[in-house]
């Protein structure tokens, strides 16, 4: 039996990287998940790849800036298992310039990706909170749930050029002291896990004037880090390297595990000992 039989997550962003590893870690351990991805066919994969490994599934497709969003993916949630116990934070990606550069449009899409869509989850998931909780106290069952906020040292310590990034993941931050405090009387604990560097699409390495970019909302978007920087990264870090996102989805699971079932309002920091 795993630590997590009968428990229902939803995970945004899990269709690939390092939201992916973490719906395989949940489902390893016994949870059913509802996997999201702003395209149809990660979702559909990783759904594909979860019943193959004989866990259970559902996908909630689609762009979680989208204002309908937090109450689609809840609703989803219980349509498909009957309940929501652990939500996973995760989707986001970086749309880099320094400030004098950087357009309203800019500031805004990140600003909404990485905080006002996980307000609009986490609002959405209070809603079910509160008669999914009473419920259980009047049957003498206590259930412990979970949140975690996927935040970045770039929220902890800042980084040139992110100031649109910086300011999301910050916000984040705060969301989760403030909800540990307002969901720790549903049995909730709230925390936030801020990644360093962690090997994924978003970061894969460039050689020199190759550009690679991702579409989002009908925008091209760049991504990818320039191999000198890469190089520098990890002659920072002390542990030689970059993350795996199966490393980083280890320290998720920590936080969605009954082993942290005393713990909320958190943010730990995953960089390798930077």
Not at 182 to 207: C, H
Request: with cysteine; aromatic share 6%; proline share 2%.
């Amino acid at each position: 039996m795993g630590q997590l039989d009968g428990r229902v997550a939803v995970v945004t962003g899990s269709g690939r990287g390092i939201g992916q590893e973490i719906a395989f870690r949940l489902v390893r351990d016994g949870a059913k998940v509802v996997i999201n991805d702003i395209d149809e066919a990660p979702a559909k994969e990783t759904v594909a790849a979860i019943e193959k490994m004989g866990g259970k599934a559902v996908a909630c497709n689609g762009d979680v800036a989208a204002a309908d969003f937090g109450d689609r993916i809840i609703k989803t949630a219980v349509d498909a298992f009957g309940d929501c116990h652990i939500v996973v934070n995760n989707a986001g990606y970086t749309w880099d310039s320094v400030i004098q550069k950087m357009t309203d449009e800019q500031w805004y899409a990140i600003i909404d990706v990485h905080l006002t869509a996980p307000f609009r989850i986490l609002r959405a998931f209070q809603q079910h909170l509160r008669g999914a909780v009473e419920k259980e106290r009047s049957a003498g069952t206590r259930i412990v749930r979970k949140v975690v906020n996927i935040s970045s040292t770039s929220g902890v310590n800042g980084n040139a050029g992110q100031s649109n990034y910086s300011a999301g993941k910050a916000g984040i931050v705060g969301l989760t002291k403030t909800l540990a405090k307002e969901f720790g009387r549903y049995d909730v604990t709230v925390n936030a896990v801020a990644f360093g560097y962690i090997q994924t699409r978003l970061t894969k390495p460039l050689s020199e004037g190759e550009a690679g970019e991702i579409e989002v909302q009908g925008r091209k978007v760049k991504i990818g880090v320039q191999g000198g920087r890469i190089a520098a990264m990890n002659q920072m870090i002390p542990l030689g390297r970059g993350g795996l996102p199966e490393e980083a989805a280890g320290s998720v699971y920590l936080f969605c595990s009954p082993d942290s079932d005393y713990v909320s309002g958190q943010c730990l920091v995953v960089n390798g000992g930077l």
